[in-house]
T-cell receptor, first 112, second 113 residues
Framework: NAGVTQTPKFRVLKTGQSMTLLCAQD?????MYWYRQDPGMGLRLIHY???????AKGEVPDGYNVSRLKKQNFLLGLESAAPSQTSVYFC???????????FGSGTRLTVV | AQSVTQPDIHITVSEGASLELRCNYS??????LFWYVQSPGQGLQLLLK??????LVQGIKGFEAEFKRSQSSFNLRKPSVHWSDAAEYFC???????????FGAGTTVTVRA
């Protein structure tokens, strides 16, 4: 039982490059989330999805796009990376309202 | 506005001593509450949760938390900490009809020998 798997675990990008972070869950959860974690800032919600084919903006959506074409996958894209996007990114999923999150182990992204 | 507050940014405790981490929330509806732990370089792991019923809930790793509606609090406790409890702890709150949880800013726990 893998839970929530994030790939890649580490990545270094140059300013202006693009990349996609993949989140996959094998628990048949409806809801999925992307957070970023920065020192002293806690967890900030970037985007989330309440079902296949749906997405919604969180607190800090600018510079990011997401897609949920399949229920088990939630992709986070950076079209033109900026140093301010250097962060640790966490994906999470949950079965529905009233349930807790299951988190992935994170992706550490550095933009130089 | 809905909010979750963890008043203590950093707590240092001696190994074997007791630990209490504070969490306060401000929500109009009845919340459901969680505590998560994050070890260095790791993701967040669920320690315990409260939905309804008994206001004292037990979790993993010897942790417990008590929901006090009158104080809008959900404090986490452990009677005797171990060096492996050094980590960052997050309180999270949700309400029905909201798709997402709100997280506190976290409390970092340092355990000294």
């Amino acid at each position: 039982n893998a839970g929530v798997t994030q790939t890649p675990k580490f990545r270094v990008l140059k300013t202006g490059q693009s990349m996609t972070l993949l989140c996959a869950q094998d628990m048949n959860h409806e809801y999925m989330y992307w957070y970023r974690q920065d020192p002293g800032m806690g967890l900030r919600l970037i985007h989330y999805s309440v079902g296949e084919g749906t997405t919604a903006k969180g607190e800090v959506p600018d510079g990011y796009n997401v897609s949920r074409l399949k229920k088990q996958n939630f992709l986070l894209g950076l079209e033109s990376a900026a140093p301010s996007q250097t962060s640790v990114y966490f994906c999470a999923s949950r079965e529905g309202q009233g349930y807790g999150y299951t988190f992935g182990s994170g992706t550490r992204l550095t933009v130089v | 506005a809905q909010s979750v507050t963890q008043p203590d940014i950093h707590i240092t405790v001696s190994e074997g001593a007791s630990l209490e981490l504070r969490c306060n929330y401000s929500y109009g509806a009845t919340p459901y509450l969680f505590w998560y732990v994050q070890s260095p370089g790791q993701g967040l792991q669920l320690l315990l949760k409260y939905f309804s019923g008994d206001t004292l809930v037990q979790g993993i790793k010897g942790f417990e938390a008590e929901f006090k509606r009158s104080q809008s609090s959900f404090n986490l406790r452990k009677p005797s900490v171990h060096w492996s409890d050094a980590a960052e702890y997050f309180c999270a709150v949700g309400v029905l009809n909201d798709y997402k949880l709100s997280f506190g800013a976290g409390t970092t726990v340092t355990v000294r020998a």
